[in-house]
C-alpha cells in the first residue's frame, strides 16, 4: 500500500518550453502533497505543499508563477515547468501524505534536463 | 524552525559489521522524527518513525533507531550490514506544533563493502 507515481521519470526538452510532470497516488487518497527539488547529492528542498482544492503553498524564494501546482483530486498533482531555462534542470520528487498517517509516501521522481 | 543535522557525509562498513548513522534535529516542541533510503535516481522509501512511546523504534530490513531525548538525537542502526544497503539516507524531522511540512538533513552515503 501507499504506493506514489511520477510521470514522466525522465524528460529532456528544449529552453523556453514548459514541463508537465504528474503525480499519482496510486492506492490512497492524499489530501496533501509535496513538491520537492533535489540537486545532485544534496538534500531535498520543500518547493511547495498543495492541498487538493486549493491553490499552493510555495516556499520561500520559490517563484510560483515558474513553478505552476495543480493538486485537482485526491489522487493527483501536476507541477508545471514554465519557460524552463537550463537552471531548472533537477531531479523533481512528489510525495504524499494522508490524514491517518505521520509519515510522507515518495514519488520515484522526474529527473528534468532543459537544452 | 526545525532543522535536522546529519555530521557524517559518508560512512563505510564492512558487512556483517554494525552500522549507525547519526542525526540529531532541532525543533520548538516535541517531534516526529524518519528516517529514509534512497537509492541512485530514486524517490525515497520509508524506513521507520518515532512518534511516541518506546524510544527504540524498529523499522524495514532490519534497521531500527533510537530517539533520545536529552541528546536530542535519532540514530539509525543495523546490528549486520548488507552491501545491498549501500544507499543514501535521510533523518527527517516534523514538528508536532502544527503544520506538515517535513525538513531533511543532508543524507549520509553508506557505502558497505565486503
Known amino acids: 500500500g501507499a504506493v506514489v507515481s511520477q510521470h514522466p521519470s525522465r524528460v529532456i526538452c528544449k529552453s523556453g518550453t514548459s514541463v508537465k510532470i504528474e503525480c499519482r497516488s496510486l492506492?490512497?487518497?492524499?489530501?496533501?502533497m509535496f513538491w520537492y527539488r533535489q540537486f545532485p547529492k544534496q538534500s531535498l528542498m520543500l518547493m511547495a505543499t498543495?492541498?487538493?482544492?486549493?491553490?499552493?503553498?510555495?516556499e520561500q524564494g520559490v517563484e510560483k508563477d515558474k513553478f505552476l501546482i495543480n493538486h485537482a483530486s485526491l489522487t493527483l498533482s501536476t507541477l508545471t515547468v514554465t519557460s524552463a531555462h537550463p537552471e531548472d534542470s533537477s531531479f523533481y520528487i512528489c510525495?504524499?501524505?494522508?490524514?491517518?498517517?505521520?509519515?510522507?509516501?515518495f514519488g520515484p521522481g522526474t529527473r528534468l534536463t532543459v537544452t | 524552525a526545525q532543522s535536522v543535522a546529519q555530521p557524517e557525509d559518508q560512512v563505510n562498513v564492512a558487512e556483517g559489521n554494525p552500522l549507525t548513522v547519526k542525526c540529531t534535529y532541532s525543533?520548538?516542541?516535541?517531534?516526529?522524527l524518519f528516517w529514509y533510503v534512497q537509492y541512485p535516481n530514486r524517490g525515497l522509501q520509508f524506513l521507520l518513525k518515532?512518534?511516541?512511546?518506546?524510544?527504540l523504534v524498529k523499522g524495514s530490513y532490519g534497521f531500527e533507531a533510537e530517539f533520545n531525548k536529552s541528546q536530542t538525537s535519532f540514530h539509525l542502526k543495523k546490528p549486520s550490514a548488507l552491501v545491498s544497503d549501500s544507499a543514501l539516507y535521510f533523518c527527517?524531522?516534523?514538528?508536532?506544533?502544527?503544520?506538515?511540512?517535513?525538513?531533511f538533513g543532508t543524507g549520509t552515503q553508506l557505502k558497505v563493502e565486503l
Open positions: 510525495s504524499a501524505g494522508t490524514s491517518g498517517a505521520y509519515e510522507q509516501y
Open positions: 492506492d490512497f487518497q492524499a489530501t496533501t
Open positions: 498543495s492541498n487538493e482544492g486549493s491553490k499552493a503553498t510555495y
Open positions: 525543533v520548538s516542541g516535541n517531534p516526529y
Open positions: 518515532y512518534i511516541t512511546g518506546d524510544n
Open positions: 527527517a524531522v516534523r514538528d508536532t506544533g502544527g503544520g506538515n511540512k517535513l525538513t
